[in-house]
């Protein structure tokens, strides 16, 4: 079956360094997504990957390894209004997104 | 600019009642999306559809059903609501159907099966 792992809750503190693991197991692939949902909001796209490395893109860079089925999203210099969900999505061979429960992000000061 | 707009932004339903969400986006995406997201469960997809016209199911279509009219407009039907419908559905668009494309959420309808 189709299936995405992700840690429930992570608790960082304002100004650190965190990363967000995320593991996925799919029919085909076609590339990895992450979203960042506010609680009562709507998820807002982060960043997409297809091939192994690092994509950095400001404070946040995503991670793929295609041969683990790994991801990982990383996030520096932890604001207060990062405190949200983290999902992870996986695309399969039909294109469709198979999504991850999310990872709940709690900032402290 | 808009983006995705959802209607209501909350209900409460009796079991058993016909209720209809309305999904509008402006962005003139080919590809629109129902999922429902439940406390613990990564978001499902209910049904989608590629391009006007055309319509398909996902990982939980069962008691619910869409139409796509027009390029605009993708409405989800729940024909007979049950309790184990209460959650919260999220519409979706993104420019491609059936390829890599990223997809743009609304900003949801919490829905509540008594």
């Known amino acids: 079956g189709q299936n995405i792992d992700q840690p429930t809750e992570m608790t960082a503190t304002e100004g650190a360094i965190v990363q967000i693991n995320c593991t996925y197991q799919?029919?085909?692939?076609?590339?990895l997504f992450w979203y960042q949902q506010h609680a009562g909001e709507a998820p807002t796209f982060l960043s997409y990957n297809v091939l192994d490395g690092l994509e950095e893109k400001g404070r946040f860079s995503s991670f793929l390894s295609r041969s683990k089925g790994y991801s990982y999203l990383l996030l520096k210099e932890l604001q207060m209004k990062d405190s949200a969900s983290y999902l992870c999505a996986a695309m399969d061979s039909n294109y469709q997104l198979i999504w991850g429960a999310g990872t709940k992000l709690i900032i402290k000061p | 600019i808009a983006g995705i707009t959802q209607a209501p932004t909350s209900q409460i339903l009796a079991a058993g009642r016909r209720m209809t969400l309305r999904c509008t986006q402006d962005m003139r995406h080919n590809a629109m999306y129902w999922y429902r997201q439940d406390l613990g469960l990564g978001l499902r997809l209910i049904h989608y559809?590629?391009?006007?016209?055309?319509?398909g199911k996902g990982e939980v279509p069962d008691g619910y059903s869409v139409s796509r009219a027009n390029t605009d407009d993708f409405p989800l039907t729940l024909a007979s609501a049950v309790p184990s419908q209460t959650s919260v559905y999220f519409c979706?668009?993104?420019?491609?159907?059936?390829?890599?494309?990223?997809?743009?959420f609304g900003p949801g309808t919490r829905l509540t099966v008594l």
């Open positions: 979706a668009s993104s420019a491609a159907g059936g390829g890599l494309d990223t997809q743009y």
């Open positions: 559809s590629n391009t006007a016209g055309t319509t």
């Open positions: 799919t029919s085909g692939f076609n590339g």
